[in-house]
């Protein structure tokens, strides 16, 4: 049984501002991830990979199809559960890591990645000490753990955000180009993360440009460009 | 995890009109809302948001609809069958109301001990160390210096002023706290230290709080749900970021593509 499934999913943007334009991205978009299987997007700059993942996530509605999401025991339809429902399986069951931080103002480097954690219920001593062990990982210095990352370097306000986004050991895991303008090191650290959690049994939909990374980690690739509406 | 109370809401707000006159105010609006959500009403001004909000803290009648609320004993009682006592208590203790002018949520001829002690009284507490020691607990927690107890709000900065009315409003660890334009009329630094507080105060204590603002980047920053309003209706409501980064409506359309980039 998938841990996610996507089936004949389609969407399409209206623009109202510009008088109504329709603008179809995708359709039929059908795949499967299995536990422990990566399987990595492809596609030419514009196909609607981050915006399969934005709908997996939840943060584009789906127009039609299915999105099935495993929960525990349960299997949810994110195209049509209520808010309360995508928040619920957000925090148990989905992980979406994006190479933008969205910095919060004032809070620590450290506190944002112990963040997720706390969240799901951790206290804030193990929250901060796994957060702390995952900055290391990314080789963040240690000085700089204290102080909220808004004026960090982009490199590490991305290492930040993979910290954070890859510390919860979510069963699934939506990765949007974890490694672009990542140096080798850090590279290497991510490609490490992924075969982890693919051993621990998580199903990961990864978007990689890095050839290879995506050798790395993938099991299967999905040419997206077979979903793309004929413009 | 979760307990069965937990999957019951926590309000629920069915089919809410209000008309002044003959003019529409907020029309048939409903929602649920369950304990630690954190909802933003955005909207401009006239949109219907501050009508929402005052009809949901029972500061004024729907024309039409009804507030149903679960107590902590787990009854669900319809706001307007309740007693006058009854709702000013559950203003006191059960709810808090964070005003945009602190002017108007603080006493501002009392100190700040006492601003914050007043509502440990109203819920019956009487021993004098122990409220002052709480008081000063929750200044702390709101960042307002220990030495500042005894003075009054008139002597604090804006900033101050608005923390020191969320530490009243939180001392009573209410279920469900109302803001309205918490952070409207602060400077942007002061803003951000308000919006971080919040933020920590609210996911900490796990509050319910319904949150009306202008400001798209202060409801993505604090809100898990979102309703957009216009003219008195709810045109658009779901997850925050999922309004926010693929709005429906024209008009949640305009809002979003209006913030300026920074």
């Known amino acids: 049984m998938p841990a996610l499934e996507l089936k004949d999913v389609a969407k399409t943007f209206t623009m109202h501002l510009q008088g109504g334009l329709k603008l179809s991205v995708l359709r039929d978009v059908t795949f499967a991830a299995e536990p422990g299987q990566c399987v990595v997007l492809t596609g030419p700059s514009g196909a609607g990979k981050s915006s399969i993942l934005k709908l997996i996530y939840g943060n584009y509605r789906c127009d039609e199809g299915a999105i099935l999401v495993r929960d525990g025991d349960t299997t949810v339809d994110l195209a049509v559960a209520a808010p309360r429902r995508i928040l619920a399986v957000r925090r148990r069951a989905l992980g979406y890591v ?134 | 995890m979760m307990s069965d109370e937990n999957d019951r809401p926590l309000l629920v707000a069915e089919g809410l009109t209000k008309y002044y006159g003959r003019q529409l105010g907020c029309r048939d609006a ?64 059960d709810w808090g109301y964070v005003h945009q002018d602190p002017q108007h949520g603080l006493r501002m001829g009392v100190s700040a001990g006492g601003n914050v002690g007043e509502r440990l009284m109203a819920v019956g507490q009487r021993n004098y160390g122990n409220i002052r020691a709480v008081a000063a607990d929750w200044l702390g927690r709101v960042e307002i210096p220990q030495d500042r107890i005894d003075d009054t709000p008139r002597t604090y900065s804006g900033g101050m002023r608005q923390r020191l009315q969320i530490a009243r409003n939180l001392v009573t660890a209410p279920r469900l706290i109302f803001m309205d334009e918490p952070t409207g009329g602060l400077d942007v630094s002061v803003q951000a230290r308000l919006l971080d507080l919040l933020r920590r105060i609210v996911s900490e204590m796990r509050i319910a709080a319904i949150v009306v603002t202008h400001d798209l980047a202060v409801a993505r920053l604090l809100s898990n749900r979102i309703m957009v309003m216009k003219g008195g209706e709810v045109i658009e409501a779901g997850l925050t970021d999922q309004v926010l980064d693929d709005p429906h409506q024209p008009y949640t359309q305009l809002l979003v593509s209006s913030i300026l980039p920074v």
Not at chain 1, 113 to 122: D, K, R, T, W
Not at chain 1, 131 to 140: Q, S
Request: glycine letters at 6%.
């Open chain 1, 98 to 231: 994006t190479q933008f931080l969205r910095a919060v103002p004032r809070v620590s480097a450290l506190d944002i990645v112990a963040e997720p954690l706390i969240a799901e219920g951790a206290a804030a001593d193990e929250a901060k000490g796994r957060a702390a062990a995952m900055l290391k990982r990314f080789n963040v210095p240690e000085r700089l753990w204290s102080l909220p990352p808004a004026t960090f370097s982009g490199g590490e306000q991305q290492r930040i955000n993979l910290a954070r986004g890859l510390l919860p050991e979510h069963p699934i895991l939506l990765l949007d180009e974890p490694t672009a303008s990542l140096d080798a090191r850090n590279r290497a650290v991510v490609v490490d993360i992924v075969r982890e959690r693919k051993a621990r049994g998580a199903a990961i939909v990864a978007i990689v440009h890095d050839e290879q990374v995506r050798d790395d980690i993938a099991d299967v690739a999905v040419d997206v460009t077979r979903f793309a509406t004929a413009a």
């Open chain 2, 30 to 93: 409903s929602f649920e809302l369950y304990e630690g959500e954190v909802m933003a009403v955005v909207g401009e001004s006239g949109s219907g948001k501050s009508t929402l909000l005052q009809l949901l803290s029972t500061q004024i009648e729907p024309s039409e609809g009804r507030v149903l609320y679960r107590m902590r004993d787990g009854a669900v009682k319809s706001l307007w069958d309740m007693t006058e006592p009854e709702r000013r208590f559950l203003l006191r203790t």
